[in-house]
C-alpha cells in the first residue's frame, strides 16, 4: 500500500469509531499563528490562565511534542443534543458537559486508531491529544481543511456545525495532506451581537478570553467579579450563546454517543434544585462529567453568582 491509500485506510478506520470529519496536515512549526498566540497573551487576553504562557515552542511545534513528527491528524466529535433542561428558569450548563467527560471518551478512541494504524501500517510513532497538552487545536483543523476559524473563534464545518470536540493524532508517518478551506462567516455578525460580555472583538476573530462566560464559569478560581453580575445570561457552567445563533448550526444533529448522554436527573432539575444542590448529589449527577473541574465549590459560586443577579 502507498501513503495515498494509508491516509484512506487511517479515514476509514476513525469514522467508524464514531469521528465525524478527519483531516490531515503537515506536522511543522506554525509561524503565522505563532505570532497571534504571542500578541494575544501579551494583550492578557487570557486572564488568570497561566498555563496558557507555558510550553509555546510546544504550542505551536509539533515535532517538540512527537520526535519525528511529519503528520498531524484532526478528528471532530459530535456533541450536539437537542435534549434541553425543563425549566427554563434553572441555571444552565453547556452541552459538551452534559454527558461523561470527552477527554476519556474520545482518548480511548484515539488510541484504537493509533493501535490500528500501527497494527496495519507498521512501526508508527505517535501520540493522542484531546485538549490535554499545549496542541493548536482550532488551527490544526483550519490547516487540515475540517473546516475555518469563525468570528466567535470555534472550528465552524460547513456541513456539521461547530458542536464538535477536537482530537489530535500526531504521528512520524507522512501522509498526503488536505487543503484549508474557505471562510463563509461573511458580513454575519451575530456572534458578536449576541455576546453578553462583549468578549469577542467588534470585527470578529479575536476572543478576549477574561471576559468570556466560559471562562468566569470554569477556569477563573477567585471570585465572579460584581462588574459582570447580571450579564451571565444563567449560565452557570459553560456557555453557548456564540453557537446557538451560528446560522451554520441549522446543520448541526445529534450526537449517537451513548457515553454523552445526560445523568437521568440533569434536565429535569428545577431552579430551586440547582440553587439548594448538596455536595452529595453534584457527585452522583457529575461523578464521570467535565463539570467536576469546576468543583462543587466552584458551581455553588457560580449559582449563587446568579441567584443575587440583581442585588
Known sequence: MNNVQYSQLIKDEAYRLGFQHIGIAKAERMDEEAKRLEQWLNQSMHGKMGYMENHFEKRIDPTKLVEGAKTVITLLYNYHSDQKQIDETAPKI???????????????????????????????????????????????????GSGWVGKNTLLI?????????????????????????????GTCT??????????????????????????????????LPESYKGKFENWMFGCDI????????????????????????????????WEEITEEVFQTIFRKSAVKRTKFSGL???IEFLRNKEI
Open 157 to 185: 464545518n460547513p456541513k456539521s456545525g461547530s458542536y464538535f470536540f477536537l482530537a489530535e493524532l500526531i504521528i512520524d508517518l507522512e501522509l498526503p495532506t488536505d487543503h484549508p478551506i474557505k471562510d463563509y462567516c
Open 300 to 302: 455553588k459560586r457560580n
Open 190 to 223: 451575530r456572534c458578536i451581537d449576541a455576546c453578553p460580555t462583549e468578549a469577542i472583538s467588534p470585527e470578529g476573530y479575536i476572543v478576549d478570553g477574561s471576559k468570556c462566560i466560559s471562562y468566569f464559569t470554569i477556569e477563573l478560581k477567585e471570585a
Open 242 to 273: 456564540c453557537q446557538d445563533v451560528c446560522p451554520w448550526n441549522r446543520f448541526s444533529k445529534p450526537h449517537q454517543e451513548p457515553a454523552f448522554e445526560p445523568h437521568p436527573d440533569l434536565l429535569t432539575m428545577t431552579k430551586s434544585d
Open 94 to 144: 453547556s452541552q459538551y458537559a452534559y454527558g461523561q467527560d470527552y477527554h476519556f471518551v474520545i482518548k480511548r478512541k484515539l488510541k484504537d486508531l493509533l493501535q490500528f494504524i500501527q497494527t496495519k501500517i507498521g512501526e508508527v510513532s505517535g501520540r493522542c491529544f484531546v485538549d490535554s497538552a499545549p496542541v493548536l487545536e482550532r488551527d490544526w483543523a483550519k490547516r487540515s
